[in-house]
Nanobody
Framework: QVQLVESGGGLVQAGGSLRLSCAASGRTFSFYSMAWFRQAPGKERELVAAISRSGDSTYYADSVKGRFTISRDNAKNTVSLQMNSLKPEDTAVYHC?????????????????WGQGTQVTVSS
């Protein structure tokens, strides 16, 4: 079992930047593939970015490619999401998620462990 706690959300103007962090505790962090999902009001939860156990493989949604960067530090049990050039459509609750599967996947049901989420609001 792994517990996840996100931080770093907030209010930012369009074009600005935020860095989200997710701290993990419990079972060995390097055992898990990690991901960031987001959910806006009235919309389904969608994958933003994912990173493999070792960090050598990443996946990004088309909507954030070139603007967001996912990274992890297995020594510190953390995964981060650097968000640049933010747009109003990036406004959502962002969740950190963990999965024991090896292949990166965009399917929320494949991630059994979730944090409580952090709100990101981008004003125009």
């Amino acid at each position: 079992q792994v517990q996840l706690v996100e931080s770093g959300g907030g209010l930012v103007q369009a074009g600005g930047s935020l860095r989200l962090s997710c701290a993990a505790s419990g079972r060995t962090f390097s055992f898990y593939s990690m991901a960031w999902f987001r959910q806006a009001p009235g919309k389904e939860r969608e994958l933003v970015a994912a990173i493999s156990r070792s960090g050598d493989s990443t996946y990004y949604a088309d909507s954030v490619k070139g603007r967001f960067t996912i990274s992890r530090d297995n020594a510190k049990n953390t995964v981060s999401l650097q968000m640049n050039s933010l747009k109003p459509e990036d406004t959502a609750v962002y969740h950190c998620a963990a999965s024991s599967i090896v292949v990166l996947t965009a399917t929320p049901d494949r991630y059994p462990h979730w944090g409580q989420g952090t709100q990101v609001t981008v004003s125009s």
